[in-house]
């Protein structure tokens, strides 16, 4: 049984198309990408997987339960972190945690739940003096609360710094090597193509296109290059990246190393090996990026359709 699956789900608003005929199957133990731009229809579908928004018409099966159905059974499995997040501003971090930790009835410890996403250290404060960033690490250790059999990350990445990026990173592989099903949306591509085992793109509300990140490169071909930015080059890093199988070419300018590979695939285990070395990636820039082009040449395709 897949982790999620939506037939033919549809949502209107009014004459708003928001989401048109979607299938989309995501497995447990996978990562799964939801990529498009703003109003593309992300959030009502993850809304819609939760209960908060109704469809229009089709199915929809989150672990074996129809949300509409069942709200309650669906909403304890799944771990979210949503850019609508509510937090009360005089509670401390720890107290959100524990508030979390009481409802879901689970066992885990506030102050480890904390140190994992990495804002231990303002366990004691109110949360209404947080930055965006630690806002956005508060609600994903919200989410990790009672190790969920699906973790639903709503733009994930926005106001996080690199260090914030990384360790989302390593929380999220870890998350899907424990046997759960990573639904992340984003419309930052070189970050999602780094994770994600497959991606989804939507666009006005219709998948149009759903792969595995290397097919859909390589539906575009283009060399297998990208840059990876430091505040300044780890010395260890060079010959690590140069270690990993498939790299090609390893070349050091300024702030910045220059990797290519044999395959576009060999990117998501160099940023693996990289952090596993705790050296913090600023930025991960593909010239050119191969699921940007991807995502540019359906979306252009998309817009040459016409409606019938
Ligand atoms: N409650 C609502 N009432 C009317 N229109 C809505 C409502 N919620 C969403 N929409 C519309 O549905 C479309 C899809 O919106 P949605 O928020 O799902 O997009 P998104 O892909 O999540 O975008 P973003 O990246 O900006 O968050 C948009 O045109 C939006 O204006």
New binding site residues.
């Given amino acids: 049984m897949a982790a999620i699956e939506t037939r033919s789900l549809s949502k209107r608003?009014g004459s708003?198309h928001?989401v048109r005929d979607l299938d989309l199957t995501v497995e447990s133990g996978e990562v799964f990408g939801f990529l498009?731009p703003?109003?593309?229809?992300?959030?009502?579908t993850i809304n819609i997987l939760l209960d908060f928004v109704r469809r229009s018409s089709g199915d929809v099966n989150v672990l074996g339960y129809d949300p509409e159905r069942n709200p309650q059974a669906v909403r304890q499995r799944i771990g979210v972190l949503s850019e609508g997040t509510g937090f009360y501003p005089r509670d401390t971090a720890r107290d959100h945690v524990a508030f979390a930790i009481e409802m879901e009835r689970a066992g885990d410890d506030p102050d480890a739940v904390l140190e994992r996403v990495g804002i231990a250290d303002a366990a004691d404060r109110a949360v209404g003096g947080f930055s965006k960033g630690m806002r956005k690490r508060l609600g994903l250790a919200i989410a990790l609360v009672g190790d969920p059999e699906i973790l639903v990350l709503d733009?994930p990445l926005g106001g996080l710094d690199p260090e914030g990026a990384q360790r989302l990173r390593e929380i999220i592989r870890a998350e899907r090597d424990r046997g759960a099903a990573v639904f992340f949306s984003s419309?930052i591509m070189d970050q999602v193509e780094a994770i994600c085992d497959r991606v989804g793109i939507l666009h006005d509300g219709e998948l149009v296109a759903v792969d595995t990140v290397d097919r859909l490169r390589t539906s575009v071909a283009e060399p297998a290059r990208f840059n990876l930015v430091f505040a300044s080059v780890p010395e260890d890093v060079p010959a690590a990246v140069r270690a990993v199988d498939g790299v090609t070419d390893v070349t050091v300018a300024g702030e910045t190393v220059r990797v290519t590979c044999r395959d576009p695939a060999v990117k998501s285990a160099v940023v693996a090996r990289v952090d596993s070395l705790d050296a913090t990636i600023r930025d991960i820039d593909t010239p050119g990026s191969s699921l940007e082009r991807v995502f540019r040449s359906v979306t252009d395709d998309a817009d040459g359709h016409v409606d019938g």
Avoid: D, M, R, V
Avoid at 38 to 44: E, H, L, M, R
């Fill in positions: 608003f708003l928001a498009g703003n109003g593309a229809g992300k959030s009502t733009e419309h």
